[in-house]
């Protein structure tokens, strides 16, 4: 099996930093893209940012220039840097692994979410 574990969320007041982490552990083979989703109250998921394996990354026009996201490979975690916090960026943030298993099997886990609240 596989698990992925967020951790780095938090209350951080508009114009604030906080740095996101999830690695994923289990029998794993390869991971390939990783990625990180939000989900605001009342609101549809949506993509934040994306990173594939070999590191091009795609962000969500809001995002730009605010974010960045990264991978460890040696540890299968990917994170996300998010500075100059806006109040709209509330949400719960949810990372996203598409994984290879010693089965050879290859699927999207999700992490548990971490709630990010900035304050105006």
């Known amino acids: 099996q596989v698990q992925l574990v967020e951790s780095g969320g938090g209350l951080v007041q508009a114009g604030g930093s906080l740095r996101l982490s999830c690695a994923a552990s289990?029998?794993?083979?390869?991971?390939?893209?990783m990625g990180w989703y939000r989900q605001a109250p009342g609101k549809r998921r949506e993509l934040v940012a994306i990173i594939s394996s070999g590191g091009t990354t795609t962000y969500a026009d809001s995002m730009k220039g605010r974010f960045t996201i990264s991978r460890d490979n040696a540890k299968n975690t990917v994170y996300l840097q998010m500075n100059n916090l806006k109040p709209e960026d509330t949400a719960v943030y949810y990372c996203?692994?598409?994984?290879?298993?010693?089965?050879?099997?290859?699927?999207?886990?999700w992490g548990q979410g971490t709630q990010v609240t900035v304050s105006s």
């Open positions: 289990g029998k794993i083979f390869r991971i390939n893209r």
């Open positions: 996203n692994q598409n994984i290879v298993d010693l089965l050879d099997y290859v699927r999207d886990y």
